[in-house]
């Protein structure tokens, strides 16, 4: 497999003789990528750790002061864990949605599967600028969905879906749901369909087919997939103002706060940083979760 | 007898649970879109929706190189850079996810997440402390630096579906190739690179979109020279509910169908993707 | 091999696309010198490049070039590449501008290099730059869904609190406005706290607490029908056929400048001042007076526009104005209330 190398190394600016490609191990495939990251991801990151070590606003001097005041909150607490909840939420809601609708991908025949990946992918495609007002128009209080919930009569008064959590919650679910889908049907569309048929006549019912063949096989498309909606919903700075408004507060518009209209950075590096290590440790916990579950499915 | 029943009563339930869910996903993912469209052909001045009347004239107003010359400038910056970077993100990022595969147990996984964080890292934060680092370094804001900012904040992308799509190739295939005389750049072009094609394509695209849709890293990156597009909507947005940023996405989607159906005609994505 | 095709016309494409990157940039000369300004994103941003721009170069040999960044960007910006400055003139409101005093950010400024000296309300210029413009800050609301409110504790009663659209502390029109607010209710300048308590009171009632960016796209779909905000967005929006109207409210409307400033370290002071001169000369004033981009002059020689809430701007100094210098060490501490108070 080192040859592929020679196609990674290539255009990074290395001319690779394929007796040298062969001697890429692992890690000098992933070394290009790391090495960028070296130049323009660490030496930042570092700073904004650096930063966050400043004790007061103007940066003159170092302490513990930020790290103490975000720490010794609750309030801060109770931020990060909204952030982190609403990130779960979301990761649940695309998954009851995407999945059913890779089934869908699935099943359809390919001029409808030409279809449905550009219904997929679709999300992506209007600007998140004018996105958020689309959601204004869907869940405003005079907007389509009360529109309609009052035309026939479900309610005697508007519902209120703008700015709660519920409405956050369905606007990130189309928005992230082309992170979900994108993974998971490149993924699902190499599930050998004989698999599928021997199942159903062995007698197994949908769900179990679902449940005991299609879902592991399926599982790394949807673990990637839940994983970009996780990191990118708890950090989507702009759904989360414009949406979620300020009753809602969560951690990306309390650093953006704190950097940009009090200009207190070393406070806004703490939050940034506590975010990126909340999250992270979010992720690995769920990974390793995953893989002790994985390991009782094999032993 | 009851078996039959049983399945029967299942296979009812299957289908109206996951049907149901289904259509409920293709409504959310294709509602706000058309909203979306409808506005931006409104006849009224501002976003609005209903909209009033049906013109196109916000599309010709967006297409006027005399009038709309700000956001060409924009748009052409933006993909420029949502090309290269996303590109460069491709081609690094599938490197990379090749050779994470092969790495198991803890040093693969810490490699994993760190090359993740750029995701979980919130934008704006990143923006900041990059132009720090990079004027520091003696860079002024310019198309390269932007370029080289969003290259790590789109990565992610490529490095997780390539992954997923890795993660399902059978060693053995490739080991079947080597050993019957394979050189290993044939065994990667014949039977690895078509496999996680889907997985790259994927990736490629939500990198590409991301960078277009980027705006805390090319906020502060940018000079202004480099005016970027989503930065430039925002201020059309907010000042006058400009109907030209409606325009702008109902061209992005029109382009899409269009990029669709030619590479449907091409490259047979679909196809491949399908296997 | 389906796959050479495409990947060599890419490589190909991504070389085109790279080519202007590495290319050098024509430099152009001008006799009066070149500048990087900052503008306000959107209307700010057209009628500059329109209208200043084309002035600077016509009547004082200045090339100018824009980049358009909110007043809290441009500071954040020029603090993130300290050394080198991103762009040679600051446009500014008080709270980013006394933060930027603090830090350090400005050139000293000499009034005396500007020909428009005579024509400025003294006030306006002082040792750290000159206004360009005055706003005026009150409230906003739907004509025909709501009766015209008379004051700021009027926000908080029915009919306007269901259909208020609240913002906090984190722009300009917003802290003035709330300040305003808690000066009804016993508070001050430096005393925000009774505005929150009553707010705490009507919250479930408000109809959407939001950022500054979605008021507009709320306030036209409905959403609220009341919100502060300055009569610029006013003039904006209601020439974008949305039904909006400005009441001045009965303790008085807010009244602040914009500033124009130069950078620390900017190597073009001189084409600076020339850029300063065309932006107060009273042509382009005026130009800028008119729609779409509605500022409210400072250049005695220009008429206001009749649709703002007052004939000259002498009448300004009956307007509220507040002390920017006490306010900003405070504002950081109101954010942070404002947040616990809506999070409940």
Redesign the interface.
Known sequence: ?????????A??GRAAA?AR??RL??????????L??A???V???L??VA?SFYAD??MTRWGLDQWRRFLLDG?HW??VADTLLLGLKSVVATT??????A??YRGAS?RW??VL??????????????????????L?????VNQLVLGLGLAAEPLRL??TELGLV??L??IE???LL??L???M??IDPRLLDASASL?A???RT?FRVILP?AA??L???C??VF??S??A??SQ??IG?????Y???????????????PF??TA?IA??VS??AV??VI?YAGRVAAGHAHG | MR?AR??NA??I???L??????V???L??????L??LA?SFTDSRS?R?PPEGFSIRWYALLLDAGRSRQIHRAAGNTLQVALVSAG?AT??????A??????AGRA??A?D??????????????G???L??FTLLGFRPSLELII??H??VV???V???V???L??LDPAL?DASLSLGA???????RI?LP?IA??I???A??AF?AS??N??VSLFLSSARTDM??IR??GM?ESTLDVR??A??GT??LA??LL?LVM?RFTGL??R??? | MSLAFPRRAL?AGAAALAAPLVMPRPLRAQKGGSLVATTYPGIWDDSFREIVAPAALKTKGVEVEFQALFA??Q??KF?ASRGAPPFDAFVLDPGPRI?AIE?GMFEPFDGKKLTTLPKLPPQLVDQWGAGCAAQVVGIAYNPKKVPKPGGWDDLLKEPWVSRLG?????TTFGTVSLIELAKVFGGSETNVEPALAELKKV?PKI?????P??MP??FQ???CDVMYTNTQTVMALKDRGVDIEFATPRTGAVAFFTTLHIAKGSENVEAAYKYIDTVLSAPVQEALTRPPANLVPVNKDVPLSPNLPMKSLDEMSGFVTHDWAKINPL??GW?ER???E???
């Open positions: 497999m080192s040859g592929a190398a020679a196609l990674a190394a255009p990074a394929p490609a062969r191990t692992p890690w000098g495939l992933a070394a290009p990528l790391g960028a990251y130049a323009f991801f030496a930042p990151l700073m904004l930063v606003e103007r309030f109770k931020v009851l949605l995407g999945f059913p609708f089934l869908l390919p599967q030409r990946l550009f219904v997929a992918v679709m999300p992506l495609l209007t600007s998140v600028v004018v996105r958020t007002f689309a959601w204004i128009v869907i405003g209080r005079e907007g389509v703008l700015q369905i606007s679910t189309q749901m082309p992170l994108l993974p049907l490149s993924v569309a190499r007698g019912s949908p769900w679902l096989l790394p498309g673990a990637a997939g994983l970009l990191a990118s708890t950090t700075f702009i103002s414009v408004g300020g009753r809602l507060v951690l990306p518009a309390m650093i953006w706060q704190q950097a940009m209209v009090v200009a207190n950075w806004a590096a940034a975010l990126l999250v992270s992720i690995a990974a | 078996m049983r399945r299942s296979e339930s299957y289908g649970v996951m049907g149901g869910l289904a409920l996903a293709l959310i993912l294709v509602g706000p879109v909203v979306v506005t976003i929706f460069l081609l690094l990022g599938t490197a990379a090749l050779g994470l595969s092969r790495l693969g996984r490699a997440a760190f090359l993740m964080s750029p995701l979980v890292l919130p934008g704006l934060a990143f900041l402390a990059a720090m680092y080289a900012g290259l790590v990565a992610p992308f490095l997780r579906t992954g997923a799509s993660s399902q490739l050189s290993p750049l044939h065994g990667f072009r690895t496999l889907p997985g394509a994927a990736g695209f939500l979109m277009v849709d705006v805390p597009l989503p909507m925002w947005m940023v409606a702008v996405s992005l989607v899409a169908f669709m449907e679909t196809r993707m399908r296997g | 490589l809290v960007d500071i954040a603090a933060t830090r609240l913002t906090g502390f984190g919250l109809a959407a607490v939001g950022t960016a979605a796209g709320l779909q409905g959403q504002r950081g954010i404002f947040n616990r809506m999070a409940k």
